[in-house]
């Protein structure tokens, strides 16, 4: 079969020009998470919403993604890629105009999940095309590179911009900037594409729709439980027990809809190979790890009480990490030289370094040069772990099994995400109330300390010409205040600690395993010629 041909022909012979303009429109395509993630506050504001509302709407957009990929897959096979490429941009043209407008936090939610399925249009032909000027042994791990590159980079640039702008002009114009990149996408993809391929147009018979559905609906369920589950006590809320209920039903319904689809979305027989649920396991534990990362830009928010700016300048070092170490990984990995568990040994230990100091030097006035390291540090373990974990989970299922390994992993970042929501939540709140029971215990007419303290500031206030009632109540909400910062920074530290040891643990669990594994091995080897001479 002749190989479809994709670009015009004045720029097909420009290896790098082709590239350079392929990697544009994947990052502005992927702009829409990062601009997104920093309209919250708007949203709060203006809508009437809650934190959870937001969070909600976000994890929306992923559950538009997560069903669409492989539906979406055999879309591009049937459509021209220019005229496919081009409806994905106008699609988020018209979301991000609609969402100028809207002034619902349910519409608003809706227009997250569409902005879903029009960035599915828009990111999945450009990694096929990204992918068709790759070698071809080299076009998993480098075109896994530049995905994961770009939606963790593309987030630090944008906010970095959206900082910016914040600062000078109304949160909108956010928008209008991203229309401009769209209509330069849509520009660069009507002079860089040919409008016909020569590629057979594949028919769209046995397209898993009802799965698809069953799928979304399911993780609509599962996130409403996930995130307004710590705040409405789990499962004595009547809402929770539902959408539990809600996510089982339609998990199963999705589960026996693949089981007799001829081509289902979700090929449940890679559960059946071990390697490719240890991958799993590793990607989970990879991505609720690295998440600790939200901790500290919010500690630097709140305790600190730094800009959006400075906080994506610290960003810029993680992501500086992550670039060179993923850069690095890539080539470890080209050569075929280095075993996975290199890799993670590596990318845990760099992951338990960056715990191990957050904790330990974690205090009310850190400075911006003393986080500078550990962030590095976090980015480098990203790009030493990520891609390696990912071809170790796809290359253990068979390539019948088509984009089943790519869904998988896609909902397990999605499931890892929500957890690490709950959870980090949860922990926060559970180690907040026990150190703040702890404090108070020493909060009386007993405790030298306090009444040391009370003393003094009765007397500042009183050298400001302030009365003795207001004085005691600026001394008290100056004491709670005080405390409340104590009690955050103790937990950040214990959960911290509690993500160390986690890393350990898995660090020697991967030594030990690879050793039993290689024990068992030179085991068989000397059984095997007994056996044959038996």
Same mark, same amino acid.
């Given at each position: +079969?002749?190989?479809?041909?994709?670009?015009?022909?004045?720029?097909?012979?420009?290896?790098?020009?082709?590239?350079?303009?392929?990697?544009?429109?994947?990052?502005?395509?992927?702009?829409?998470?990062?601009?997104?993630?920093?309209?919250?506050?708007?949203?709060?504001?203006?809508?009437?919403?809650?934190?959870?509302?937001?969070?909600?709407?976000?994890?929306?957009?992923?559950?538009?993604?997560?069903?669409?990929?492989?539906?979406?897959?055999?879309?591009?096979?049937?459509?021209?890629?220019?005229?496919?490429?081009?409806?994905?941009?106008?699609?988020?043209?018209?979301?991000?105009?609609?969402?100028?407008?809207?002034?619902?936090? &349910?519409?608003?939610?809706?227009?997250?999940?569409?902005?879903?399925?029009?960035?599915?249009? +828009?990111?999945?032909?450009?990694?096929?095309?990204?992918?068709?000027?790759?070698?071809?042994?080299?076009?998993?791990?480098?075109?896994?590179? @530049?995905?994961?590159?770009?939606? !963790?980079?593309?987030?630090?640039?944008?906010?970095?911009?959206?900082?910016?702008?914040?600062?000078?002009?109304?949160?909108?114009?956010?928008?209008?900037?991203?229309?401009?990149?769209?209509?330069?996408?849509?520009? !660069?993809?009507? @002079?860089?594409?040919?409008?016909?391929?020569? =590629?057979?147009?594949?028919?769209?018979?046995?397209?898993?729709?009802?799965?698809?559905?069953?799928?979304?609906?399911?993780?609509?369920?599962?996130?409403?439980?996930?995130?307004?589950?710590?705040?409405?006590?789990?499962?004595?809320? %009547?809402?929770?027990?539902?959408?539990?209920?809600? %996510?089982?039903?339609?998990?199963?319904?999705?589960?026996?809809?693949?089981?007799?689809?001829?081509?289902?979305?979700?090929?449940?027989?890679?559960?059946?190979?071990?390697?490719?649920?240890?991958?799993?396991?590793?990607?989970?534990?990879?991505?609720?790890?690295?998440?600790?990362?939200?901790?500290?830009?919010?500690?630097?928010?709140? @305790?600190?009480?730094?800009?959006?700016?400075?906080?994506?300048?610290?960003?810029?070092?993680?992501?500086?990490?992550?670039?060179?170490?993923?850069?690095?990984?890539?080539?470890?990995?080209?050569?075929?030289?280095?075993?996975?568990?290199?890799?993670?040994? %590596?990318?845990?230990?760099?992951?338990?370094?960056?715990?191990?100091?957050?904790?330990?030097?974690?205090?009310?006035?850190?400075?911006?040069?003393?986080?500078?390291?550990? +962030?590095?540090?976090?980015?480098?373990?990203?790009?030493?772990?990520?891609?390696?974990?990912?071809?170790?989970?796809?290359?253990?299922?068979?390539?019948?099994?088509?984009?089943?390994?790519?869904?998988?992993?896609?909902? +397990? =970042?999605?499931?890892?995400?929500?957890?690490?929501?709950?959870?980090?939540?949860?922990?926060?709140?559970?180690?907040?109330?026990?150190?703040?029971?702890?404090?108070?215990?020493?909060?009386?007419?007993?405790?030298?300390?306090?009444?040391?303290?009370?003393?003094?500031?009765?007397?500042?206030?009183?050298?400001?010409?302030?009365?003795?009632?207001?004085?005691?109540?600026?001394?008290?909400?100056?004491?709670?205040?005080?405390?409340? &910062?104590?009690?955050?920074?103790?937990?950040? =530290?214990?959960?911290?600690?509690?993500?160390?040891?986690?890393?350990?643990?898995?660090?020697?669990?991967?030594?030990?395993?690879?050793?039993?594994?290689?024990? =068992?091995?030179? !085991?068989?080897?000397?059984?095997?010629?007994?056996?044959?001479?038996?």
């Amino acid at each position: +079969m002749e190989k479809p041909d994709y670009f015009n022909s004045w720029i097909n012979g420009s290896e790098w020009g082709v590239r350079i303009c392929l990697c544009l429109i994947l990052i502005c395509s992927l702009m829409q998470f990062g601009a997104f993630a920093l309209t919250q506050n708007y949203v709060i504001a203006s809508f009437g919403a809650q934190p959870e509302d937001v969070t909600l709407a976000l994890q929306i957009t992923y559950v538009a993604i997560v069903p669409f990929i492989a539906i979406q897959f055999r879309l591009f096979q049937y459509f021209e890629t220019r005229s496919y490429l081009l409806a994905g941009i106008i699609a988020c043209i018209l979301i991000n105009i609609l969402s100028l407008q809207v002034r619902d936090v &349910v519409t608003f939610t809706v227009l997250r999940f569409l902005n879903g399925l029009s960035l599915s249009l +828009m990111s999945g032909p450009m990694l096929i095309l990204i992918f068709s000027r790759i070698d071809p042994e080299k076009v998993q791990i480098i075109g896994l590179s @530049i995905l994961y590159g770009a939606i !963790l980079g593309n987030g630090v640039v944008i906010g970095f911009g959206a900082a910016l702008i914040d600062t000078t002009l109304d949160w909108t114009v956010i928008y209008y900037f991203l229309i401009a990149f769209l209509f330069l996408c849509l520009l !660069l993809t009507l @002079i860089l594409l040919r409008p016909g391929n020569g =590629r057979p147009s594949l028919p769209l018979d046995h397209l898993d729709w009802p799965g698809g559905i069953f799928l979304a609906a399911a993780l609509v369920a599962f996130s409403y439980t996930m995130i307004y589950g710590p705040k409405y006590y789990w499962f004595s809320d %009547a809402r929770i027990r539902s959408a539990a209920l809600a %996510a089982a039903l339609f998990f199963s319904f999705f589960i026996y809809r693949e089981l007799r689809a001829k081509i289902p979305i979700v090929d449940l027989s890679v559960f059946r190979y071990r390697t490719f649920i240890s991958g799993l396991l590793l990607l989970i534990a990879y991505y609720g790890l690295k998440d600790s990362i939200n901790l500290v830009y919010n500690y630097t928010g709140t @305790i600190l009480q730094w800009s959006g700016r400075q906080q994506m300048e610290l960003g810029f070092f993680n992501l500086s990490g992550l670039l060179s170490f993923m850069w690095l990984s890539a080539q470890m990995m080209i050569t075929k030289k280095h075993s996975t568990r290199r890799f993670l040994i %590596a990318g845990f230990g760099m992951l338990l370094i960056y715990h191990l100091y957050i904790y330990l030097e974690l205090t009310p006035d850190l400075a911006f040069e003393d986080l500078i390291l550990p +962030m590095f540090l976090h980015g480098a373990a990203s790009g030493m772990l990520f891609v390696p974990i990912i071809i170790y989970t796809l290359s253990s299922v068979p390539p019948t099994t088509g984009t089943t390994g790519i869904v998988v992993g896609a909902f +397990m =970042r999605f499931a890892a995400t929500l957890n690490s929501i709950a959870g980090l939540y949860t922990l926060q709140l559970n180690y907040n109330q026990r150190y703040k029971e702890g404090f108070l215990n020493y909060l009386t007419a007993n405790d030298p300390a306090f009444v040391e303290r009370l003393n003094s500031a009765a007397q500042f206030f009183n050298l400001k010409t302030v009365t003795t009632e207001q004085g005691s109540a600026l001394t008290i909400s100056g004491i709670v205040r005080s405390l409340g &910062v104590q009690q955050q920074l103790l937990t950040l =530290r214990t959960i911290f600690l509690v993500f160390s040891v986690t890393i350990l643990v898995i660090i020697l669990a991967v030594l030990f395993i690879s050793s039993a594994y290689k024990t =068992r091995l030179y !085991l068989k080897s000397l059984i095997a010629p007994w056996n044959n001479h038996q």
